[in-house]
């Protein structure tokens, strides 16, 4: 009888199956791993825009993750959006009672067609309940300035209004928030309009410290919805299977780049990338 590693997903659900829950199941079942979830929220969105959000209540969201965790423990767990203090501090109890590992925190804030999807007050319980649990955080640059601008985080001397442009200031933010909340962080360059080479900062499990550029080859393809979720979670499915950090960061952009080179087409705005691309091509579909 065959045993598959396992990864937990909590976030929230995306109507148009291209972000959220629904592409982290894709994700980490395409790259071999048994995905379960514990939804955050309902959303009405497609790939113009989000329409309205359901939050889950927390003893809700608590009933999932017990029932999930006490029958079939995650080797991995990403959480992406979670837009209330009450839900993070849910997540964040469960991660502790349990002795969760592998935890990669998608700091989802603003979704890809811009709607707001984090609350105010829920930003610092975020980072003062749930990144001291994480293996991994993974913001891009919109997000990775929200964080260097709250007060939480000191010495913003070295940016300018706060404004992430260059590798150097990539490498800056990343150990800033790095030693602030105890976690490695994955600083994403996606937004930068010059490259989508990421910088990852932190330590390894034997407490060596890295620092290590993945460089990317730019894709000319306006269908990203998505991305955020699928990096994250094909990262979580490279360490529930045992793989180093770098190596899961490594796995997770080569999976990433082929979802998009496939240039799939769907809906329209901002559309979706193929999580399937690799079966289709073995079937050739």
Request: proline letters at 3%; one cysteine or more.
């Amino acid at each position: 009888m065959s045993v598959m590693k396992t990864a937990l997903t909590i976030a929230g659900s995306d109507s148009s199956g291209g972000a959220g829950i629904q592409a982290d199941i894709k994700t980490m079942t395409a790259n071999g791993v048994y995905a379960m979830s514990a939804i955050t929220a309902l959303t009405a969105q497609n790939t113009t825009g989000v329409f309205a959000v359901q939050e889950v209540t927390p003893e809700f969201l608590e009933k999932q993750i017990d029932a999930v965790v006490t029958d079939i423990f995650p080797d991995a767990v990403k959480t992406g959006m979670v837009s209330s203090s009450a839900l993070i501090e849910v997540i964040s109890a469960a991660i502790k009672k349990y002795g969760l590992k592998n935890v990669v925190v998608d700091p989802v804030m603003v979704s890809t067609s811009g709607s707001k999807l984090l609350c105010d007050d829920a930003i610092k319980t975020l980072k003062t309940k749930l990144f001291p649990f994480a293996r991994l955080i993974t913001p891009n640059l919109p997000e990775a300035e929200q964080l260097l601008s709250d007060s939480l985080v000191t010495d913003k001397s070295s940016f300018s209004s706060l404004k992430i442009v260059s590798p150097s200031d990539m490498e800056k933010a990343a150990r800033k928030i790095s030693d602030e909340f105890g976690c490695s962080v994955l600083l994403k360059g996606g937004h930068n309009v010059n490259d989508a080479n990421d910088f990852l900062y932190g330590k390894n499990d034997d407490g060596s410290v890295i620092e290590k550029w993945f460089n990317g080859k730019r894709i000319n393809n306006p269908n990203t919805h998505g991305t955020g979720c699928t990096l994250s979670s094909a990262i979580a499915s490279n360490l529930a299977k045992g793989f180093s950090l770098e190596e899961s960061v490594q796995k997770a952009k080569d999976y990433i780049s082929g979802a998009l080179s496939f240039m799939l087409d769907i809906g329209k705005g901002s559309g979706p990338m193929n999580h399937a691309f690799s079966i289709m091509q073995n079937h050739s579909i």
